[in-house]
């Protein structure tokens, strides 16, 4: 069995620590902790087909947008991001926000977080280059809102 190193993963303003891949579990389940700054907002709203994913709050409290309904996850409280729900998150709080996202099954990994992260930073604290966003997005079964909508 193969152990994940807890790499911290700049992604733009947040940060994301894989403390589960999918090949650790056989495939079952992936599992990383996303550091939210506060006043910050995740500006890829996204659905996916192939897992859901489970938010729970470690610290502070992030606001998620599903389908169009708002939610607030603070600390020991969750969410269940259905397949093909859209969904985005912000911490629109004075303090930064930590929350542990499960993914099962583990289809989706660090690798996406990487390269989402090479993209920001390519853009230099400007406009992301959006159309090398929903490559990457869509490379790792991630629809943008968008084109999910259309």
Request: hydrophobic share 40%; glycine share 14%; aromatic share 8%.
């Amino acid at each position: 069995m193969s152990q994940t190193t807890a790499e911290t993963i700049a992604v733009g303003p947040f940060s994301v620590r894989f403390l589960v891949e999918g090949g650790d579990s056989g495939g079952s389940v992936s599992v990383f902790e996303c550091h939210v700054p506060a006043s910050s907002a995740m500006q890829a709203p996204h659905s996916h087909d192939a897992f859901e994913e489970t938010i729970y709050g470690l610290e502070g409290a992030t606001t998620w947008t599903i389908d169009g309904e708002r939610t607030e996850v603070g600390v020991g409280e969750a969410v269940c991001v259905r397949r093909g729900a859209i969904h985005g998150f912000e911490n629109r709080g004075t303090e930064d926000a930590v929350f542990l996202a499960i993914a099962s099954p583990g289809v989706f990994g660090s690798a996406y977080f990487r390269e989402v992260g090479e993209v920001l930073a390519a853009s230099a604290g400007g406009p992301p280059d959006l159309a090398a966003l929903g490559e990457v997005m869509r490379r790792h079964g991630l629809t943008p809102a968008a084109a999910a909508k259309a």
